[in-house]
């Protein structure tokens, strides 16, 4: 592999597996933790400074945003696997063809989805049972945050091509800065300025574009591979075919369950402005909590397509086994933080006055958190099985999570109010990891095969 200045990218195909993925998934968590900062941040601030209600109608947008933003970043993310098949592969004409096609891609795809957001985010917003004191406020972020879905489109795009190549520390560095800027600049928007909940989602939005401006420097100075070319925008069919065969399934899987995240805020929208404030700080919790397991998922994809790549297959399932102990571990660390602490940092948006909402947040990370285990194997199985380009069965998964997230919505929550709502995501998680672990199974075997082919041929 060339070495110079080729900034922090990591051949993930040689090494010891365990310390190479905990490694990669270490600045990897940070920067997710640091993504899922901003919606935090923007409840908090908005929770403290302009009170409950408004908090409520942030927080009700939770579901909407992911119905876009998770399909943006399954989607870059699917794009990405293929660039980084193509480095573990040593061929770096495929990397810097496949950036090319992820930028074609990524601005067709930001065109589409602002158009959709912004002319049928109102009427979501009223199918979804909306409570009317909520509802303006919900509609004005949620324009704008739609507004400026290109930004975030291609904040995933230009992090997941760096992070394609072994680099998980220089996106985490830019998503911290972005963070930072966001933290100063929206309590100005809201404070300051007095522009209440759309300077909100106007600051998240200002300080996207400065974070693209980072990584494109940075990509520019020190990431030559991604360095692409005029000749690399060719079509090729067959390459934009692999593009879209693993990418746009892999959004869809993130929109399927954001369908259900919808169902239940319909349902949850129903129990009025108290019980949708504590399930969108919870959420919040909930949403920085998982990130270590969704991280070593994440980190998984990478390692399983650069060795998918290298075609040294006994590598990925030695690299399986050592992550599932690994994120396992820090599921119960998590869980425990959560069940204990929960109901203090649910105060942290409310204040101790509304005990109501606190000791609704708090049932919602205790039943949760019991179940992280179950979300960390289905994070490890799925994104291992999408590094391989296999599609149909993470689909199959993101259905059964769509179904079980709809069932919670219309009887779980009508029998047992705010608690069936608590439910939803761990049956989702378990109904989920049920196909994933058994596709993962025969698969492990096909490889071990494989490997073993291989060998006795050398």
Not at 153 to 181: C, E, W
Not at 400 to 412: D, G, V, Y
């Amino acid at each position: 592999m060339q070495n110079q200045d080729n900034g922090a990218v990591k051949d993930l195909t040689v090494g010891e597996p365990a310390r190479l993925i905990l490694f990669f998934t270490l600045p990897l968590l940070a920067g997710n933790v640091f993504q899922q900062l901003f919606g935090f941040v923007d409840t908090l601030i908005v929770g403290r400074f302009l009170g409950v209600e408004a908090l409520a109608a942030v927080g009700c947008t939770g579901s909407l945003m992911f119905l876009m933003l998770g399909f943006i970043g399954g989607m870059t993310s699917g794009f990405s696997i293929c660039t980084s098949q193509k480095f573990g592969a040593k061929d770096f004409d495929g990397v810097r063809r496949s950036a090319a096609i992820c930028i074609i891609l990524s601005f067709v795809a930001s065109v589409v989805l602002t158009v959709f957001g912004v002319f049928n985010c109102r009427e979501m917003l009223i199918l979804m049972n909306t409570p009317p004191e909520i509802i303006n406020g919900a509609y004005q972020f949620i324009l704008i945050i739609y507004g400026g879905m290109g930004m975030f489109l291609f904040h995933q795009m230009l992090t997941n091509l760096v992070r394609a190549l072994g680099d998980s520390k220089m996106p985490t560095v830019i998503q911290a800065t972005t963070l930072v800027i966001n933290i100063l600049l929206e309590p100005v928007a809201i404070i300051l300025l007095d522009l209440g909940i759309p300077g909100a989602a106007g600051a998240t939005i200002v300080s996207l574009i400065i974070g693209n401006i980072l990584c494109i420097v940075y990509i520019k100075k020190r990431v030559p591979y991604l360095h692409v070319r005029r000749e690399d925008f060719a079509f090729d069919r067959e390459f934009w075919a692999e593009h879209i065969k693993i990418g746009l399934p892999m959004g869809f899987q993130s929109s399927i369950i954001a369908i259900g995240a919808i169902a239940l805020q319909f349902a949850l929208n129903g129990l009025g402005s108290v019980a949708v404030a504590s399930f969108a700080a919870a959420h919040r919790v909930d949403g920085i909590a998982v990130m270590p397991m969704m991280s070593f998922g994440v980190a998984m994809a990478a390692y399983t397509a650069q060795n998918f790549g290298a075609k040294k297959f006994g590598r990925i399932v030695e690299g399986v086994k050592k992550c599932m102990l690994m994120s396992c571990t820090f599921s119960i660390l998590v869980a425990i933080f959560n069940i204990y602490l929960g109901d203090k940092i649910i105060e942290l948006f409310v204040g101790a006055d509304e005990q109501q909402v606190v000791e609704y947040g708090r049932l919602f990370l205790i039943v949760t958190g019991l179940s992280y285990w179950s979300i960390a194997l289905m994070f490890i199985f799925r994104f291992t099985l999408q590094g391989l380009g296999q599609s149909l069965v993470p689909t199959i998964a993101g259905i059964i999570e769509l179904i079980m997230r709809i069932a919670a919505s219309i009887f779980l929550v009508k029998w047992m109010g705010f608690l069936g709502a608590c439910l939803a995501a761990p049956m989702a998680w378990i109904g989920a990891l049920i196909p994933l672990a058994i596709s993962f199974f025969f698969t492990a075997r096909k490889l071990r095969k494989t490997a073993e082919v291989m060998t006795l041929e050398h």
